[in-house]
């Protein structure tokens, strides 16, 4: 007979999960879990300094390591600024598993000090949620938790413990099994035929991987089956790294920032083959216009993707890797060669312009510099702007789980917690984060965690004082009037991250950037690498918003 | 697609949709809200619970509409709902509660 508290207990069934890292903040409603975490010497609590920090590194381990991870906040304020890393997990599918804290159950709809209804207000944001009456549910919730984290499309997952559920004694026999994920699907052969007849018998298909292909990790496989049919292969922004970009099927990534030449072979396509992608309206522009002359073979492990902005023909509802390996068997080798000479056509005559690519003190040639300078171990981590878009386009990524960028919701203060959270999960690897002057100033506070954890987290700060990609689009957009996107005092960042203690050094000033970007990156530990950029330059080409494909600007 | 629905264009067919779920304080707010953010209207709803008091019975009353098949898989997605049946509106149960609202 075993008997602790219900906060004993959460970290029991969080050990037994193989968690190793937790990051968060605690406050009144969660000290009795902290508490705990305290006598506990296998769980390393990493302290944010903001609550939707710590989501954000729970995101990063979990986009490194493809396994659930946790974040903690207590209740009230706590749990309400975790809300939007919990958010942007669940538009990319990410696995993780926050634990909150709440007023105790008598108190619960009294307006208690800190109390929110944190179920109520994650619903819509969860994949599920859960609030704890009883510790002795806790046996069974937090292996469900986990369970639904990981199962099918991945997803986040809420658990609201109240403080006295906290203290609450439990008794019980066993530990409950160690949650894995459900079975897959069952592969529908009829439909594999069928789309295996389709690629056959198609003259121009195109391959088009999302996020879905990493999450079930079959980007090899994904890579054959590109191979065998010889299919032409674009990425969303979330599959960049699926297929290496200089493979010489793959066409790069489509969309509102893809190139021309992407968007143009997509719409030659006589059939597309959508594979754990979901027709997000930032890949594919106007629906009604996008791949008009193509059908769509569409596979993903959500059946509630299928159908759901375009009608396929053929919809596989199935995990990624296993219906890769069914197809392989029935796909005729085909070299495609008018296909392919066609494809390569576009692609010398419309390819993505990167202007001044030797210059590691321009957009571009600063992505090109960092590349340079490492090897393809390295994970390199974005916020949200036209950085990250410069980044999306311009680094040869090779490999999955090689980039990790907030794609769904676009959230600005993703990066440097990311990163940090990146580098937590995978300590050899160097973590680099894109970041803008506006978005890093979203949770620049996690300075002061990376220098207290003393990761390899580098922060590559392309500093243009302004919101660039909102500057860009009033620009573009609404009659070249700027309102609220640019800054009229600039920040000095070097001064700011060596008051968080980072490293710090500056690309305007250094005689040699290229060998001072080189040495900031290979020296070991946190540092910020400052480069302005020119407010003026835009990330082109522009699918203008709600326009199609084709319609590109620039 | 559209998401606003006026009733008068609205197809006039309704459906009987009876949802199995996990009989817990919270599973409404997961189906409602799904409903609501999509503004597809919900004409009438019944809960009660099973012989077997962990799960529950919910009965909707809905529209037709092009939406219907995307609505009845994000309601399957839900962890709680243990299964979903589709039925046409002859479907006696609002038949009958009519007489209540009478
Ligand atoms: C939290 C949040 N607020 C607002 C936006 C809208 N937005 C998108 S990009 C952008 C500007 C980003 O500026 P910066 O980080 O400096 O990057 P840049 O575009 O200059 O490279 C804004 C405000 C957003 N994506 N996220």
Same mark, same amino acid.
Request: aromatic share 6%; glycine share 8%; hydrophobic share 45%.
């Given at each position: 007979?075993?008997?602790?508290?219900?906060?004993?207990?959460?970290?029991?069934?969080?050990?037994?999960?193989?968690?190793?890292?937790?990051?968060?903040?605690?406050?009144?409603?969660?000290?009795?879990?902290?508490?705990?975490?305290?006598?506990?010497?296998?769980?390393?609590?990493?302290?944010?300094r903001h609550e939707q920090g710590?989501g954000f590194?729970?995101?990063?381990?979990?986009?490194?390591?493809?396994?659930?991870?946790?974040?903690?906040?207590?209740?009230?304020p706590?749990?309400t600024n975790l809300v939007t890393a919990i958010a942007d997990?669940?538009l990319d599918?990410?696995?993780?598993?926050?634990?909150?804290?709440?007023?105790?159950?008598?108190?619960?709809?009294?307006?208690?000090?800190?109390?929110?209804?944190?179920?109520?207000?994650?619903?819509?944001l969860?994949?599920?949620?859960?609030?704890?009456?009883?510790?002795?549910?806790?046996?069974?919730?937090?292996?469900?938790?986990?369970?639904?984290?990981?199962?099918?499309?991945?997803?986040?997952?809420?658990?609201?413990?109240?403080?006295?559920?906290?203290?609450?004694?439990?008794?019980?026999?066993?530990?409950?099994?160690?949650?894995?994920?459900?079975?897959?699907?069952?592969?529908?052969?009829? $439909? @594999?035929? #069928? /789309? =295996? *007849?389709?690629?056959?018998?198609?003259?121009?298909?195109?391959?088009?991987?999302?996020?879905?292909?990493?999450?079930?990790?079959?980007?090899?496989?994904?890579?054959?089956?590109?191979?065998?049919?010889?299919?032409?292969?674009?990425?969303?922004l979330?599959?960049?790294?699926?297929?290496?970009?200089?493979?010489?099927?793959?066409?790069?990534?489509?969309g509102m920032h893809?190139?021309?030449?992407?968007?143009?072979?997509?719409?030659?396509?006589?059939?597309?083959?959508?594979?754990?992608?979901?027709?997000d309206d930032r $890949? @594919?522009g #106007? /629906? =009604? *216009?996008?791949?008009?002359?193509?059908?769509?073979?569409?596979?993903?492990?959500?059946?509630?993707?299928?159908?759901?902005?375009?009608?396929?023909?053929?919809?596989?509802?199935?995990?990624?890797?296993?219906?890769?390996?069914?197809?392989?068997?029935?796909?005729?080798?085909?070299?495609?060669?008018?296909?392919?000479?066609?494809?390569?056509?576009?692609?010398?005559?419309?390819?993505?312009?990167?202007?001044?690519?030797?210059?590691?003190r321009s957009h571009y040639?600063l992505v090109?510099?960092?590349?340079?300078?490492?090897?393809?171990?390295?994970?390199?981590a974005t916020d949200v702007g036209q950085h990250q878009m410069w980044v999306a386009q311009?680094?040869?990524?090779?490999?999955?789980?090689?980039?990790?960028t907030s794609g769904g919701l676009g959230t600005m203060g993703f990066g440097l917690p990311t990163a940090?959270?990146?580098?937590?999960?995978?300590?050899?690897?160097?973590?680099?984060c894109f970041t803008g002057d506006g978005s890093l100033k979203m949770n620049i506070q996690e300075m002061?965690?990376?220098?207290?954890?003393?990761?390899?987290?580098?922060i590559v700060l392309m500093n243009n004082n302004s919101l660039g990609l909102v500057y860009q689009q009033q620009s573009m957009f609404y009659g070249k009037r700027p309102v609220a996107s640019k800054y009229k005092r600039a920040v000095n960042f070097l001064k700011i991250a060596?008051g968080f203690?980072?490293?710090?050094?500056d690309?305007d000033?250094?005689?040699?950037?290229?060998?001072?970007?080189?040495?900031?990156?290979?020296?070991?530990?946190?540092?910020l690498?400052h480069c302005s950029i020119d407010r003026e330059e835009f990330v082109y080409p522009m699918v203008p918003p709600g326009a199609?494909?084709?319609e590109m600007i620039g | 697609?559209?998401?606003?629905?006026?009733?008068?264009?609205?197809?006039?067919?309704?459906?009987?949709?009876?949802?199995?779920?996990?009989?817990?304080?919270?599973?409404?707010?997961?189906?409602?809200?799904?409903?609501?953010?999509?503004?597809?209207?919900?004409?009438?709803?019944?809960?009660?619970?099973?012989?077997?008091?962990?799960?529950?019975?919910?009965?909707?009353?809905?529209?037709?509409?092009?939406?219907?098949?995307?609505?009845?898989?994000?309601?399957?997605?839900?962890?709680?709902?243990?299964?979903?049946?589709?039925?046409?509106?002859?479907?006696?149960?609002?038949?009958?509660?009519?007489?209540?609202?009478?």
């Amino acid at each position: 007979m075993m008997q602790m508290t219900g906060a004993e207990l959460i970290l029991r069934l969080l050990e037994r999960q193989g968690i190793e890292t937790v990051c968060g903040i605690p406050g009144g409603a969660i000290l009795p879990f902290y508490d705990a975490l305290g006598q506990c010497d296998t769980i390393h609590h990493v302290l944010a300094r903001h609550e939707q920090g710590g989501g954000f590194m729970a995101q990063g381990m979990a986009r490194v390591s493809g396994k659930p991870e946790v974040c903690l906040a207590s209740s009230g304020p706590g749990a309400t600024n975790l809300v939007t890393a919990i958010a942007d997990a669940k538009l990319d599918s990410i696995p993780m598993v926050a634990i909150t804290g709440q007023v105790p159950l008598g108190m619960i709809g009294t307006d208690a000090f800190q109390e929110v209804d944190t179920y109520g207000m994650t619903i819509p944001l969860t994949k599920h949620n859960f609030l704890v009456r009883d510790a002795n549910d806790l046996l069974e919730v937090i292996p469900e938790a986990f369970r639904i984290a990981m199962s099918g499309r991945p997803g986040p997952v809420l658990v609201d413990v109240p403080k006295d559920v906290q203290c609450q004694m439990v008794s019980f026999e066993d530990y409950p099994p160690v949650a894995v994920p459900n079975a897959l699907p069952e592969v529908d052969l009829l $439909a @594999i035929e #069928k /789309a =295996a *007849e389709m690629i056959n018998a198609s003259e121009r298909p195109v391959l088009y991987l999302g996020g879905g292909v990493i999450h079930s990790g079959a980007s090899h496989l994904a890579v054959t089956l590109a191979e065998q049919g010889g299919l032409p292969t674009t990425m969303t922004l979330m599959a960049l790294g699926t297929m290496p970009i200089d493979h010489p099927l793959s066409i790069g990534m489509l969309g509102m920032h893809g190139a021309r030449y992407t968007n143009y072979v997509l719409e030659e396509a006589d059939l597309l083959i959508c594979v754990g992608a979901r027709f997000d309206d930032r $890949a @594919i522009g #106007k /629906a =009604a *216009e996008f791949c008009p002359r193509a059908k769509i073979i569409h596979v993903d492990i959500d059946p509630a993707e299928l159908h759901k902005i375009k009608t396929a023909h053929v919809g596989i509802t199935g995990d990624v890797t296993q219906v890769i390996e069914a197809l392989l068997p029935l796909v005729q080798v085909k070299l495609r060669e008018p296909w392919l000479a066609q494809v390569a056509d576009l692609k010398q005559r419309f390819p993505l312009a990167k202007p001044d690519l030797d210059n590691p003190r321009s957009h571009y040639g600063l992505v090109q510099a960092v590349a340079d300078a490492l090897d393809d171990e390295a994970v390199i981590a974005t916020d949200v702007g036209q950085h990250q878009m410069w980044v999306a386009q311009a680094y040869p990524f090779r490999r999955p789980r090689q980039w990790l960028t907030s794609g769904g919701l676009g959230t600005m203060g993703f990066g440097l917690p990311t990163a940090i959270g990146a580098a937590l999960a995978a300590p050899e690897r160097t973590v680099v984060c894109f970041t803008g002057d506006g978005s890093l100033k979203m949770n620049i506070q996690e300075m002061a965690t990376l220098a207290e954890e003393a990761l390899n987290v580098k922060i590559v700060l392309m500093n243009n004082n302004s919101l660039g990609l909102v500057y860009q689009q009033q620009s573009m957009f609404y009659g070249k009037r700027p309102v609220a996107s640019k800054y009229k005092r600039a920040v000095n960042f070097l001064k700011i991250a060596e008051g968080f203690g980072l490293d710090a050094v500056d690309l305007d000033t250094a005689e040699n950037p290229a060998a001072t970007l080189a040495e900031a990156l290979q020296r070991p530990g946190p540092c910020l690498i400052h480069c302005s950029i020119d407010r003026e330059e835009f990330v082109y080409p522009m699918v203008p918003p709600g326009a199609a494909n084709t319609e590109m600007i620039g | 697609m559209s998401m606003v629905i006026e009733r008068e264009t609205a197809a006039v067919t309704k459906v009987v949709l009876e949802l199995e779920v996990a009989n817990h304080a919270g599973v409404m707010s997961h189906i409602c809200g799904l409903f609501a953010r999509r503004a597809f209207n919900v004409e009438g709803i019944l809960c009660m619970p099973l012989a077997d008091a962990s799960r529950s019975r919910i009965w909707l009353l809905v529209f037709e509409d092009e939406r219907l098949e995307q609505m009845i898989k994000q309601v399957e997605k839900l962890e709680d709902v243990i299964s979903v049946v589709r039925h046409g509106a002859e479907h006696a149960v609002f038949e009958r509660l009519e007489t209540f609202f009478r």
